[in-house]
């Protein structure tokens, strides 16, 4: 299966910024189907960044995240080849990670 | 509970449970010490509370001063609350947290990022808004706390109401 996270790391030197685009649906556990049953709370919770052995981001979600969330953030310490490590895991257990390279 | 060192998700889950705060005070478990060195728990408890004061309080035990170091950017008018883009930058220094806060969503903290040493004080990101409502951001800067705030209209149907 495609990984549901999908990054740009692009280094300027010694600055490398991040963009990150994740595939989830980001349910707040508030809003009713089309049958007017409630959609229950499935959301992102934990999302990490780690280059080098090292996390580099955390970020803690609740539910006020937009579906398909969307984060920007840099840091410097990383070179162009690297591998930077983004796993998330969500609410009900679930999780993903992939690895990218600096670019 | 014998002396089990398994990985993450076992340790986790002796950790969520409510005997974990009894455990973790004995400190003798081998576990113990590592888990208190990552400060990296969900916070739980601080994103279900409605109040924005009270969500900032539970997570970081105290209260914030406005700052004029802080760059909240974000829409003063948004079409669609279910997709708002908040950035927030700031020079102060020894930042080691950021969070934003929605006042008049069902729970105000909608995100905390942690900065470890080297990574810019920067993010950006898209929030959810209920409705028009104050969007704050707070800034951990050297142990103390800065916030910015600023209003975001949301227009429901996107004709101006």
Partial sequence: MASSIRVRATSNGDITEVQTLIQHPMDTGLVKDAKGELIPAHYIQALKFACNGKDVFVANWGTAISKDPYVKFSFKGAKKGDDLKISWTDNKGGSDETTAKIA | ?161
């Avoid at chain 2, 990985?7 to 002796?14: E, K």
């Avoid at chain 2, 950021?98 to 006042?103: L, Q």
């Fill in chain 2, 1 to 161: 509970m014998t002396t089990h060192t398994g990985p993450h998700p076992t340790r986790r889950l002796i950790l969520q449970g409510a005997v974990s705060v009894a455990l973790i005070g004995l400190g003798n478990l081998p576990f113990a010490p590592v888990r208190a060195a990552a400060n990296d728990k969900y916070p739980e408890a601080a994103f279900k509370l409605k109040n924005e004061a009270d969500a900032i309080k539970a997570l970081y035990g105290r209260t914030a001063e406005p700052s004029d170091k802080i760059k909240l950017d974000a829409p003063e008018i948004a079409e669609n609350g279910g997709v708002v883009p908040i950035s927030v930058a700031t020079t102060l220094d020894k930042v080691t947290s950021i969070s934003f806060f929605v006042a008049e969503n069902p729970n105000a903290l909608a995100a905390s990022y942690t900065f470890p040493d080297g990574t810019i004080p920067a993010v950006a990101n898209r929030l959810k808004m209920a409705k028009t409502s104050n969007m704050t951001a707070i800034v951990e800067s050297d142990g103390k706390l800065y916030s910015a705030t600023k209003e975001v209209k949301v227009t429901v149907g996107g004709c101006g109401g």
